[in-house]
């Protein structure tokens, strides 16, 4: 039998079944710090509103304390048998000091307590996932600088379609993950609001100091209003948004690694401390890691959509279909946490394959856009310049013609505006040196742009 | 360190991130009594193929039969760090006889061997969810006869609409449920091919006799091609979407039991032993279960998107990214078991007001279509009927007649063609009596799908 | 046949099939007037780079305005078989003045074009978005003023819990509402960088002014990154998790319409207006538009889905399945649009109905929250106080007890500590005056939140 | 203002808004052949029941045949202002002879009418769709029949892994589409009840001869549950599901198809009438119509959750969300069929590069397993010849072997048990050969497979 916060009007047991099928203790036990920390709070708040003397507070503190290192210790856990996080705490206070814990869940409800557990549990993995968002910032920009001259094959379509800088490419990423890092950010900053006070869904008649609560456990604010706050749980959703989108970004991460890996790109090398081996097949070197990351956007995926489904078409305010927001928050937490550290680690150690990239650059004909647009220096129309290299293009690749072979004779029968400097083009350090664009692969620009995330990183 | 079952061109130690990362033993642990099955057919299918005497055979079966009671007694469990359950299974093997675990995995691989594991579980898994919608359908059925007179507003639109018995209500849900375990049948069986011989991807070039594995396991025939038998997993996502539509009908039904629950409708009252109080407000009886199967059909939508987008262009053959189809799986097939259970508990102890119900059936005006088909009988068209029958009612419901109250002649300002008898289907009992369609509520209809049902369910 | 900008290599004609199937204009057509802007931008940029002289730029400005007024008034519409906004915008240019059409694509690729019309185009719609939601706020706001001093009960588990005004009820949703504002303003301004300039994914090597281009399309600056410009598409993944985030909120205010709507609830009455009848049932009243936006909450969850599973393990840059972003995007614009629209309707016409209001203020206990806070104010630690009101409230309720009958003597029954003041809260509009904490349901709170939104809607 | 089969107690005209929001006729246009379908022979079974004349029921039917030739014509259209499909047609039918119209609708209601019609345009479109799967499976097996003899790597963890024959391959698609035609297939056949006569939600009350009303429309049945008939859209989520599965083994394949185009693999050749060309990138041709398909799995998961979100939690019987069913479901049905269409067009054209699929047989070692059997079958125990062959392996790797070049003196370093003919199966087509599993990629079982489908497929 779970023991419960709650009882008065019952004279039946509870299911058994029930039981079992009610408890949040499995999950909500790792809001523990949490609500330990919530619960000080709020003694300090009692006393100040002359419902705890000093005394009783300090008693109360202590004990919560005694409490949470009994925790962390494992003395008391998750099998325990409560009906969740909040009654465990409760009830082991009660066994410590039972007038105490008579006091304590005055002026507040589980209704607002699991909304304020949750977001000082939020503030702390936030600011973990900003901290692992930015050590895979820096491994892509370290290893774009360490590779600052390769360039390799972009693609569109998986068509090799122009020269790019390894380290520009690497970049896009770290881009990314930069609004990765925002969004969650803007998150963290929307549900940055005390919903303590709002008790079951009306708030309460206590003096409870909302400020001073809010300044004890590092609020901005309190939260406007009693119904919203037990009702809503958008900033669950939102987090799960952004953590859904940010592994997106890893699963695309994860797919080019997969590829580069191939025996037919080979672009990359994976240490080995990060592949793995096979069970009948010895020969092989699997990229794993990228793999597990590629498919974990799946869960991710589906961890927004649960959370959506429970919210869709509920009647306010709080109802226990809320519950399941935190399964689903606290696997994405978990999956993303990892899937960031675990990229970190196979970027940094993995070695490109410069030969292997040599090779692919040339593959198709990667220079008739720089063909094309030198021909618009020439004043050619544009529209008639892509016809022309197009052919060009067309002629190269069927004669498996080497770009570097092909004479300037041989331009200027696609276009007669062709002029002898369009023949040093045909190389992929002269395609990215041509650009000029700001955000293109010029490699100034993407020095630049490493220069400044590493010092917004603080590599 | 995780043991694992490969390893031979590999110099370095896995990165211990990647370890912990990588490891499935935390959630394929629950395979393990299909893996030792798998493994004791497997050996003596070895055995019929030369590859193992009948002494060696038996000390495997021995052996393996040891390692399952040591498991089942919690002796090795799913943190002792192994990569998977296979290898668990495998390293305990070899623990008891080096010898003869490295003859075992002759023939087999991960690859086949988890798709074989998954199956043999979900076999047992979907017979007992087959087991445990009876539960709720014979609840429902059970519920159904007991208030067999009992007539209950029907709604549209959440609008009272017309009457049905409460009985023929609950048989809708026996339908829905009655389709479930039919599509979750139809995925058993189409799942019901032994994939084992197709070793990593290509098939095995030893003497594996399959028909007899297939036997020995229950399987009604061996899968035809190897590649799809470790590639695809469009058997957990089938299982997975069966899943997801038999928890969208419970959350329905949950729905409805939130509502009738209301201190408005109070149309049943929830057994005490299935509902919760309040931390706050004390005069609480809140229908928990219901709200929380209502909240889970977002896991289980939340699963069959997860599964859906890791196979996703994935190519051809075993990825790694498969990996992710088991918790989604586990935590489907859990939660529908638990939900089913919970939901039979609740309907067979609710218990109906037939006060509250008779108070309802007053409200908004439900024998509309009675009347009109009453007209259409007596040669008035149908359009006509229903205008007529719209402005009596619309007069009804403002002046708040009593449809009892209502004489013919006021039923003749709408419609000459009323006859006397329009009178007597003023009245919630008549009104079902005067269904004559297949499938309609009329009482004896629903009388004979209740012993349809009772037959079906052996009830 | 479609007309397409490319064939340079190709012999074959594309397959019909394949024309069908590629083409978008039947949906990016919308993106008519974004491309004809863009457009006209590029050809200031392209003339201030030389590559125009300023009289081709004037006639090309002038053509493609020409352009788009043919386009809007329907005279070139979705059908005419162009593959997709940018052909049919230049081959219409083309077929004005060809030499000019062939030389407006210079610098610029559809990889990079896409993504800028896009941008311009959400730009709109999110600030459409934006009104639409104060539009919606502001009814809200309207009713709660209309209905100041009306208090109903406030549901937990839509069990009765406590009384609460019904304008902090609604101005719940206005909270909600506002952190939808905030959401979707922050996707704006996230994705407020000009893409152009990365053309098909490495840059251009032409002058082109991009800060320029930037200025003249009211961009906040210059994106710095050309592969992640045409490859990522998270700042539309966003801005549909806004949008389903938003419906949902929407879903929950529609389903307590259907709810409220309810012969049972009956706590308001929607307007005819918004409402439809029934083809069999003549005397209904349905809330259809609640219903509808209830259920349409399915599409933009499922938009968000389908855009974040396109873009699963995708690898850079541009591929040709992100096409497959904008029809979901379209369309949870669209939904949003409409939904706000109409619920603003709804809101603002739907009557409160204070009988039945006042009736279902009687069920329940709704005051054992203050009760108990009464006895905690008197020193009773809240525990103790939990209790004794419990057994008052199934005591109360049991007896059918009105709760102004209840008398002094009676409640100390319960508890000695009770005063005789604890009678007067015996009654809603007290209940709520009770309140004191920040962000209650105190009448005097609820006023000061409106008058914030008035000021802050401008109403 | 659209035309409304109600309005009886209506006084106020319906918000324009409103009506625009509400209208399904855009989409629901679709079903007019259905829907006439079923008012024809619905005229049939009112005149047996005696509510209509011979010469009216023949009136009717001619009435309706002409509206079917309208609409097919485009006279009547779905921007013509109605509510929905049943109204535009009952309208029609009021233009023409409206005191039939008025007679109609005696017995039905739109709650059961839109289920039958969807019903009846299912059983049409599933047909299609197993007929386009056939199409596919036909072009999968022509292909493999057409490089019987061409083996390709097969892949784990997109590594090189094994010979297969492409063939066997190809076979596994075909494998996964069998599933997919028979997940249709089923779903089809449990919708194959005749939902009519449940009118409202009741059933009715007329003598309407159901059976003779299944017969006239081609279903195996009648319904049982009149409140199941109207409230659920299973059948609509069972074949989003199926569908939804189906564009997963599409996409997985198509991703093939663009990784196999790659100029890195170049394992095929698709035909140009398939490829599109680049705007800026001349020598492009890339892979279109795949990767579309492979985006397009986006909407086919979306949809399905769309729908499944509409159903979570809704009270039965008939609400207006459930429209919300058939934008979603006319799509995903458009876009199976499209996609499977486009897909047997691409596969059938393809041609396999034999040059560059040798090349790649080269990389990796794919013939450890094949080594390890050997082994086995000398009787080394599996773990252990997975051992040396491991070492094996990555020596050969490491010294850029070619496995031809391998002498039995090498061999025997890693292994004393290698016997002569183990140097024979370093050969792809002996691998292959050495094959001996059902299922497995051995020549003679994939030809008797290809023989088998192509019986069945009666190519």
Known sequence: MT?????????????????????????????????????????????????????ERDRIVAALREIEAEIASGKVNSTSGYEDIHSLVLDRLAAKAPELAAKLHAGRSRNDLVVLDTRLYLKEELAEIATLIRGLQGALVGKGEEYLDLVIPGYTHLQPAQPVLAAHHLLAYVEMLARDRGRLAEAGKRMDLLPAGSAALAGSGLKLDQKLLAELLGFGGVAPNSVDNVADRDFVVEVLSGLAICGMHLSRLASELVLWSTA????????????????????????????????????????????????????????????????????????????????????????????????????????????AEHLVEQGVPFAEAHRAVGKLAAWAVEGEKEPGEITLAELKKFSPAFRPEARQLLDPAASVRAKKTIGSTNPGMVKRNLAKWKKKLEL
Chains 1, 2, 3, 4 share one sequence.
């Open 264 to 371: 037919e790109f080979r672009f990359v090398e994976l240490d080995e401390g990060f592949c793995t081996g096979s069970s009948f097949l010895p020969q092989k070197k699997n990229p794993d890691p990228a793999e597990l990351v590629r498919g974990k956007s799946g869960r991710l995926y589906g961890n927004l959509q649960a959370v959506l489904t429970v919210l869709h078409g509920l009647p306010l305010a709080y109802n226990r279909d809320l519950q399941e927001d935190k399964e689903p928050l606290f696997d994405s937490i978990d999956t993303v946490k990892d899937s960031l550290a675990i990229m970190a680690g196979v970027v940094s150690t993995l070695e490109f394959n410069r030969t292997a990239v040599a090779r692919a650059l040339d593959r198709g004909f990667l220079f008739a856009p720089d063909l």
């Open 3 to 55: 023991k419960k916060l709650w009882g008065g009007r019952f004279r039946k047991q509870t299911d058994e079944l029930m039981e079992s099928f009610g408890t949040s203790l499995p999950f909500d036990w790792r809001l523990y710090r949490a609500d330990i920390r919530a619960g000080i709070a709020h003694a300090r708040v009692l006393k100040e509103g002359g419902y705890l003397t000093a005394r």
